[in-house]
C-alpha cells in the first residue's frame, strides 16, 4: 500500500473537483481501488504503485484539459478517462472496471459505475444474472457488451436479444409494415447497443447469418439455447408462464443476463410480472446472481437521477 501526494496547480481544484465533489465522485468510479481525499489543492492517492501511477496520468490530462479549455464536464471526464486505455496502461480486465468492449469511432465501452461492474464481475463468475434497477443506469448497455464481448472472445457462437412484446401505452397493431417492421422500433434499444459497438456492414452480415438474434419472447417458445449469449430486456413484462419458459430455455455453455425494473410493469392489471414472481423464487439458487441498480448509477443526463430520485420519494 503507497501513498502519493498531487498538487492540484495552475486551476481552480473546486472546477476539478465539482460542487459537493460531484466529478471527484466520476473520477473515483474509475479507481475503485484507490481511495481518494482531496483537500484544497492537495489530493491524496492511496493504493497500490501501479494504480496510483495510472491515476497520475489521468489526473494531468484532466488538468491539461480544464486549463486549456477552462472548464471540465463529466462527459469531458468519460472521454478522457479512456484516452490511454488502448496505449495499454490498463490492466487486463477480469473483476474490475476496464474495457468491456472497444467500439465504433473509437468508443471505449466499460462499466462506469459500482453496480455495473459488480454485473460485469457478477457475470464471469455465475451463468445467470438479473440486473435490476431504473432506466438510464446502463444496464441494458452494459449487458449487451458483456454480450459482443463474449462473442469476440469466441466464448459463445450466437448473441439472442429478446423482449416480451408489451405495448407501454402504444398499440403495434396500429403501426404499418409486416411483423417484424412493427417490432423493430420497439426493439431499438437493443439495436442502438449493438451500433455502437459492431461496424454497421458486420452487423448487417450477423443479423442475416442468425449470429445475433433479436426477437420477441413468444418466439423463445421450443428453442434450446446453447453456447448462446441471452439478454431478456424489460423482463418485468413478462408473465410468470413467459419468465418460466425463458428461463428453461437455457442450454450447455450459456449465459443469461435478464434486465427489468418492476416499478414500469405495462402488463394488464391482475396480471403478475414473471420478473417479480422469479425474483423472491430463486433468490437463494446457487450459480444465479442478482444485482439491484439505483439512481447512483444513471449516466445519463444529470436530471434523469434527481426525476428518479424524486419519484423514489413519492413510492416510499
Not at 484539459?65 to 472548464?71: A, E, G, P, R, S
Not at 454480450?147 to 397493431?173: D, H, Q
Amino acid at each position: 500500500m503507497s501513498e502519493k501526494v498531487i498538487e492540484i496547480s495552475g486551476v481552480n481544484p473546486l472546477e476539478l473537483y465539482g460542487v459537493n465533489e460531484s466529478k471527484l465522485g466520476v473520477i473515483r468510479g474509475y479507481f475503485p481501488k484507490l481511495k481518494l481525499i482531496a483537500r484544497g489543492d492537495i489530493l491524496k492517492a492511496i493504493g497500490d504503485d501501479d494504480e496510483i501511477s495510472h491515476f497520475e496520468q489521468k489526473i494531468a490530462l484532466l488538468i491539461e484539459h480544464l486549463t486549456k479549455y477552462k472548464q471540465l464536464t463529466e462527459n469531458n471526464i468519460e472521454r478522457l478517462m479512456g484516452e490511454l486505455e488502448s496505449e495499454g496502461n490498463s490492466k487486463t480486465m477480469k473483476h474490475d472496471a476496464d474495457t468491456l468492449v472497444y467500439g465504433n469511432g473509437g468508443l471505449i465501452v466499460k462499466a462506469r459505475t459500482a453496480n455495473q461492474r459488480k454485473l460485469v464481475s457478477d457475470c464471469y463468475e455465475n451463468d445467470m444474472c438479473f440486473a435490476i434497477g431504473p432506466a438510464g443506469t446502463g444496464k441494458t448497455y452494459t449487458a449487451v457488451a458483456l454480450a459482443v464481448r463474449a462473442l469476440k472472445n469466441k466464448e459463445v457462437k450466437r448473441i439472442i436479444l429478446t423482449r416480451p412484446a408489451v405495448e407501454s401505452g402504444e398499440n403495434l397493431g396500429f403501426l404499418p409494415g409486416d411483423l417484424k417492421e412493427k417490432l423493430d422500433p420497439y426493439m431499438q434499444p437493443l439495436y442502438d447497443g449493438l451500433r455502437d459497438m459492431i461496424p454497421a456492414e458486420k452487423l448487417a452480415e450477423m443479423l442475416e447469418a442468425g449470429i445475433i438474434q433479436i426477437a420477441p419472447l413468444a418466439f423463445m417458445r421450443g428453442r434450446t439455447l446453447d453456447k448462446s449469449f441471452v439478454i431478456l430486456d424489460e423482463a418485468q413484462n413478462a408473465t410468470e408462464s413467459q419468465f418460466k419458459m425463458f428461463l428453461t430455455r437455457m442450454g450447455k455453455s450459456a449465459k443469461f443476463i435478464i434486465t427489468g425494473d418492476p416499478s414500469q410493469i405495462d402488463l394488464p392489471k391482475r396480471q403478475p410480472s414473471g420478473l417479480v414472481q422469479a425474483l423472491t423464487v430463486l433468490k437463494d439458487v446457487k450459480g444465479i446472481a442478482m444485482i439491484t441498480f439505483d439512481e447512483n448509477d444513471v449516466i445519463r443526463h444529470k436530471l434523469v437521477k434527481a426525476i428518479i430520485g424524486a419519484y423514489k420519494k413519492v413510492e416510499e
